[in-house]
């Protein structure tokens, strides 16, 4: 069928930008202000070259207005009731369908993404999640209870869905209590200005939301900002890394949605006619500059042939063209810049062997406009395999069995989001759990919804936008902001004198515990554990870098716990607290000598964690995920899934308490520890391997070296076979794990040098706990015929 043009005015958008032009300000405390810069750039339409307007170019003074106009208007409106947050979030969804055109033609002109994504998939996904973050106002104190919002959020967010990451960031944000400086991409700040703009005019309160348009060093000081409480961040993993390094040791907290080089795998019985028309929305949707484009296509051998001859036969009859023709598929990339990446990428994959495909004349020559792309004869080390293009580009490989796509597909850095097809249901449901990835899409693509989170792990970053999980990004413990500083441990000069309560006639030093056994420390030293009067109490094992890396690659050999069925692992536990209590005299008298206190604090301390284990045992097969209705003809599964290998480094206080009440929720959830007992009285959690020893507890899933805290915890926070590390010590450590995570950008959770009280259920138990010790993965299955 021939196409002719059908193109969309876009008359009222330029009027739009004339009233405001020809130079575009900055949107703070409900009004325009002109940069303090006095710096201007040009915002560009990519389909003509042609320049559209000027937008402000923030400094360090722009940024410090927004701030202080949202710290200004964050009391008031934090103060709210949930109702009234609700109302101003439902007139925020009415206005954009109220603006629903003008939005999708400015979104059009300064992207160059087709006018059909914009008005049939950009824009009233915009609305859905003000419609769905309105409701968790509405539902906050219920829903949330003893939760409030972490203040003012710096939000940064990416020119490729300029407006639907605005309402992805800014949503949740409000709904929660906090007010917002958001800083949309350099390429892209029309549709935010105009929201901003019509929001206001919606009765949205002055200071709540700002908007600093600029380029990297304007996002930049938002990041370093002193008076910002959270960095929401969506982007390139580059600067991802940069973030987390700038706000290490800030107490900001941190959400990073990053790159991806997604997987697109068909089997041998998958509809071939259907998995077509998913690898054009998964690749050429927004000329593949999605950070969740299934941009890798793995295909079972014996249907390659053929379904790459109807994937070519499609290809030719893509229409690339003018943004705002209604009939075109294909669009243009945001920049040159962009382009001249995504040239540079396809040049490395054809001088690596790589063999290439495109239609013919299937691209304008004027504007920035480039043609969809196949490759075939890829390997999976190739640069294009591996690097994410960002651009109209698919690369294909083949497997022949369900784990080798299993394997290939997690052969990245990567893990955002994946799509599997097959008619066998029962074989997509038994690939998607084992893909390392946020996000699966069964026989569909690019799905999204408000109601279920998105967001990936390792170099995708960690944090999910949408759902539940995307609420308790903005929210904190209400007493999390009067948690009082970590006390150093109190130690006497040594006497020397020998404690008789500790030290047994037979030597009884103890060793590290790696692999189900105990193990003496690669460095062949000791460190001496003393009472708080001087006195030595007994000696534990130096670990070093060399204990960890063993600790850690036993952990990775205990997969198997992983996959153990959760009424299993309760049963473990079960046993554990069974044993340790039944030695409550002996370890309140090793509490004791470490710590000076009496007989009955002793036995409390062994008592609450005997009740921590029971706790956990009880969670363990409880914590469940749930099921979203979309709307879309699609159930989607969100799973409660556990990280993997967890670096535990453990509190002073409470150490035998403290440790159980971190480790017992992490392998509860199937995760594998490699744990860091208190450094000032560690003999407590290497007791403790002897309950390991005599409850079935897997070898591997928990293991023990002790030595220095922070030294230690920064080497489990640089190691990329490690997926998570918890630390509870002090400031200077906390913010040395947070630095060493950017290598494989890790999620950390730390306590800024914060004490918890180890023995009150609400600052040491719960859901907290279950949530930093699982991801969700949400995976969609559609149904009907």
């Known amino acids: 069928m021939d196409y002719g043009p059908a193109p969309e005015s876009d008359g009222p958008a330029r009027e739009w930008i004339a009233r405001h032009g020809p130079k575009l300000r900055h949107f703070i405390d409900g009004g325009w202000q002109a940069p303090k810069s006095r710096k201007w750039f040009e915002s560009v339409n990519p389909a003509d070259g042609k320049t559209l307007c ?82 968790w106002a509405q539902l906050a104190a219920s829903e949330f209870p003893g939760h409030g ?94 973030i987390r390094a700038l706000t290490a040791g800030s107490g900001k ?72 023709d209604k009939s075109i598929d294909i669009g243009a990339i945001v920049a040159p810049v962009q382009l001249a990446r995504i040239r540079k990428l396809v040049e490395i994959g054809r001088a690596e062997g790589a063999e290439m495909y495109q239609p013919e004349g299937a691209a304008p020559r004027e504007g920035c406009f ?56 029962n074989l997509t449901l038994d690939v998607a759990p084992k893909l390392k990835c946020g996000v699966v899409w069964i026989n569909s693509t690019n799905q999204f919804d408000a109601a279920a989170g998105f967001g990936g792990y390792r170099e995708s970053g960690y944090g999910r936008e949408g759902g539940r999980e995307g609420m308790y990004e903005y929210l904190a413990p209400v007493w999390a902001h009067k948690l009082p500083p970590v006390a150093a441990p109190a130690i006497a000069p040594a006497t020397g004198e020998a404690s008789v309560s500790a ?37 534990v094992g130096e670990g070093n870098r060399k204990d960890i890396r063993n600790a850690v690659e036993v952990a990775r050999k205990a997969g198997g716990w992983s996959s153990a069925t959760a009424h299993n692992r309760a049963q473990v536990l079960y046993y554990m607290a069974e044993n340790l209590d039944a030695r409550t005299n002996e370890f309140a008298r090793r509490i004791m000598a470490q710590t000076g206190a009496s007989l009955a604090r002793a036995r409390r301390e062994v008592t609450a964690a005997t009740t921590r284990l029971f706790t956990y045992a009880a969670w363990a097969d409880k914590y469940d995920g749930a099921v979203h209705s979309a709307p879309v003809r699609d159930v989607t599964l969100a799973m409660n899934e556990p990280l993997g290998v967890i670096g535990i480094a453990c509190p002073d206080e409470a150490p035998l308490l403290g440790f159980l009440s971190l480790a017992a929720p992490a392998i509860a959830m199937g995760n594998r520890v490699v744990a860091i007992p208190s450094p000032s009285a560690p003999l407590a959690a290497t007791d403790f391997y002897q309950v390991l020893d005599t409850s079935d507890l897997p070898g591997g899933v928990l293991n023990i070296v002790t030595g220095d805290r922070n030294g230690l915890a920064t080497v489990l926070a640089e190691h990329d076979d490690v997926e998570a590390v918890w630390y509870f010590g ?56």
Request: with cysteine; hydrophobic share 45%; net charge neutral.
């Open 370 to 425: 480039y043609p969809p792309t196949l490759f075939t004869n890829v390997h999976p080390a190739s640069t294009i395999a591996r690097e994410e293009i960002f651009g109209p580009v698919l690369v294909t490989m083949t497997f022949r069995t369900p784990d080798e796509a299993v394997a290939l597909a997690n052969n990245t850095a990567y893990g955002l989001a994946a799509s599997v097809w097959s008619e066998n249901v």
């Open 149 to 242: 919002p972490l203040g003012v959020v710096g939000q940064i967010i990416p020119w490729n869905f300029p407006l639907l990451m605005l309402a992805w960031k800014v949503a949740p944000a409000l709904a929660a209590g906090n007010t917002v400086v958001l800083k949309p991409a350099e390429f892209t700040s029309l549709t935010a200005l105009a929201f901003a703009e019509f929001a206001h005019a919606a009765g949205l309160p002055a200071g709540v939301l700002n908007v600093v348009t600029g380029g990297g060093e304007t996002g930049e000081a938002i990041v370093r900002h002193g008076d910002v409480d959270k960095i929401a961040f969506t982007g390139s993993t580059e600067i991802g890394r940069r």
């Open 503 to 539: 030290v047994e006639t037979i030597d009884r030093t103890a060793k590290l515990y790696v692999g189900g056994k105990q193990a003496r420390p690669d460095s062949g030293y000791s460190r001496r554990v003393f009472a708080p009067d001087g006195r030595p109490v007994g000696e």
């Open 54 to 135: 000027e937008i402000a170019d923030g400094g360090q003074k722009d940024v410090d207005a927004a701030v202080a106009a949202a710290r200004a208007a964050q009391g008031a409106w934090a103060k709210l009731s949930g109702h009234r947050r609700a109302r101003h979030l439902y007139a925020l969804a009415r206005m954009v369908q109220r603006h629903s055109r003008l939005l999708a033609v400015l979104e059009s002109i300064d992207n160059g993404k087709p006018i059909r994504e914009t008005r049939d998939i950009d824009v009233p996904l915009v609305a859905r999640h003000f419609y769905h973050h309105a409701g």
């Open 730 to 785: 002090d400031a200077e450590g906390s913010a040395a794990v947070e630095r060493a995570s950017t290598g494989n950008l890790k999620r950390t959770w730390v306590n800024n040098g914060r004490a918890r009280d180890w023995y009150n259920p609400e600052q040491a138990e719960g859901h907290e706990f279950l949530r930093q010790a699982t991801q969700v993965k949400n995976i969609w299955v559609p149904y009907g015929e």
């Open 253 to 324: 907290h941190l959400t990073l949605e990053l790159g991806g080089k997604s997987p697109f795998i068909v089997f041998d019985d998958a509809d071939l006619d259907g998995a077509v028309e998913g690898i054009v929305d998964a690749i050429w949707f927004n000329q593949g500059q999605v950070c969740c484009a299934g941009s890798r296509l793995l295909v079972q051998e014996g249907i390659a042939e053929r379904l790459i001859a109807r994937l070519r036969a499609r290809m030719d009859t893509l229409r690339v063209g003018a943004p705002l």
